[in-house]
């Protein structure tokens, strides 16, 4: 080699490792960078967040998620953790699913959103007429609110006042023990007096509580039930429909409940479904109520209604209920409402979700995933680890076998909580209850994994 070509070759050589040299430095400072410029994020979330249903002592610092792309959170540290539970029960078609992006995107460009009261829009237009199609024939009029809390208040008011219009007194409320339908006051109300509204019950108004039903009770609480009825001053019966979610997915039948509808409404009781966290097929059909003989008078939507991507809730009501307010006497007015009612983006996300949902690639996802956990189920059944698995559609729910009743305060709950996220799979269990809800993209091997680290708590449970 000639020294030209040597004396070019080492300069190349030099030059090519200055730069590799600089790309590394760079990269090493972005990563340096980006940790400590996430690490200052979740100083600045400690300062300044109190998050929700989060006790301030005794756990870990929050993870900082990024970026979600189907079933998958993605931390600032690169992990990829699997949603097990649609993300507090919301997200059906996938994280970040891109119809419903677009949808919101194009909405934004052309309404954000108006005021509600005296001006309507197309989204909102559509998305009752949708939700009317799909939900129980008797449903006639939609009442848009916020979450699900201002669902269950909606329908409550709605309730009240309806017998109020009519000059009649009917005062008292029926709702199930273990119930939940919200944090809001009239909620806390009707949902089961825990430790979690303890510091509240001084202000709760009076409910008549039953028991769940269960087969060895059933007969028990339904002449209790009927008792109340007869007693008279009923004015309404709120229940989650076939599956109590907060409490520990605590599920009772559907003939039981359509006895009792039919019982209430021979009396005179409007009968209040909670399907806040049952509806858009977590249950397997469209709706809870769609397993019932008997159709409720006001339904509560919220939680999956926009696929997870925006906060909405909706009541829904027959026509007899609504005719109780078609007066000229303005007190007859149903004074409620919220500053974003039906706002545009969150309708028109619903609409997209709606789209998905009713698609067949949907319902065949969602029929697969309660084959998959049904198959869980009879292979699991008499498994010394669990108690009482149970499933309903994409619902699976389990208890582990340990000492104490079953209780979100199970101390289990906190060791079970990190023991699945240290294997990247959020599951929020509730107590001692496991439970799986996943969004109806999950794949057969997703699912898989999510067994598999189930069977495997089964087999260190003595940690617990
Ligand atoms: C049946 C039911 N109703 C109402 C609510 C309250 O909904 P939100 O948290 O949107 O207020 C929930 C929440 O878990 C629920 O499961």
């Known amino acids: 080699m000639s020294f030209t070509l040597c004396f070019t070759y080492k300069i190349r050589k030099l030059f090519v490792e200055f730069f590799t040299f600089r790309i590394y430095f760079y990269y090493l400072r972005f990563q340096i960078d980006t940790h400590s410029f996430m690490q200052d994020l979740i100083k600045a979330d400690q300062s300044s967040i109190w998050h929700p249903f989060t006790p301030l002592f005794g756990l870990r610092e929050p993870l900082l998620i990024t970026s979600a792309q189907g079933c998958y959170l993605h931390t600032s540290t690169g992990k990829k953790i699997l949603d097990a539970i649609s993300s507090w029960w919301v997200n059906l078609h996938g994280h970040a699913h891109p119809h419903i992006a677009r949808a919101i995107a194009e909405q934004a460009q052309r309404l954000e959103h108006v005021i509600f009261a005296g001006f309507t829009h197309e989204p909102a237009i559509q998305l009752a007429t949708r939700l009317l199609e799909i939900l129980p024939s008797n449903q006639a009029k939609v009442f848009f609110s916020d979450n699900g809390s201002t669902a269950t208040e909606v329908a409550m008011k709605m309730t009240f006042q309806y017998f109020h219009n009519q000059g009649m007194k009917k005062r008292k409320i029926i709702a199930f023990e273990g119930a939940y339908h919200g944090d809001t006051f009239g909620a806390m109300s009707v949902g089961d007096r825990s430790p979690f509204n303890a510091p509240f019950q001084p202000y709760l108004f009076e409910v008549e ?24 001053e009923v004015s309404g019966f709120i229940f989650e429909p076939l599956v109590q979610g907060a409490s520990g997915m605590r599920m009772y039948a559907a003939e039981w409940l359509s006895k009792a509808i039919k019982l209430a409404q021979e009396n005179g009781v409007i009968c209040i479904a909670d399907e806040v966290f049952t509806g858009f097929g977590r249950t397997g059909k469209l709706f809870a109520s769609d397993y019932l003989t008997a159709q409720p008078d006001i339904i509560c939507l919220s939680k999956g209604i926009t696929g997870g991507f925006l906060p909405l809730g909706v009541t829904t009501c027959t026509q007899q209920i609504q005719a109780a307010y078609q007066s000229e006497d303005l007190m007859k007015t149903f004074f409620h409402g919220h500053s974003y009612t039906a706002n545009p983006l969150t309708c028109a996300a619903a609409n997209a979700s709606l789209d998905l949902l009713l698609h067949a690639d949907c319902q065949e996802n969602r029929e697969r995933i309660a084959q998959k956990h049904a198959q869980f189920l009879a292979q699991h059944q008499s ?82």
Do not use: C
């Not at 028991?211 to 009825?229: M, Y």
């Not at 309903?392 to 023991?419: C, D, K, P, V, W």
């Open 209 to 232: 509580f039953i028991p769940l039903p269960t087969q060895s009770n059933e007969d028990i609480v339904f002449s209790q039930f009927a008792d109340i009825i007869r007693g008279g």
């Open 383 to 464: 498994n010394p680890k669990f108690h009482n698995i149970r499933q309903l559609g994409t619902i699976l729910a389990m208890e582990i076998t340990q000492s104490g009743e079953n209780s979100y305060f199970h101390e289990a709950r906190n060791a079970l909580y990190y023991h699945f996220l240290d294997q990247d799979i959020l599951l929020r269990p509730l107590g001692n209850v496991l439970y799986l809800v996943p969004p109806y993209i999950i794949t057969d091997a997703a699912l898989e994994l999510v067994y598999e680290a189930l069977v495997g708590v089964g087999e260190v449970k003595g940690n617990f």
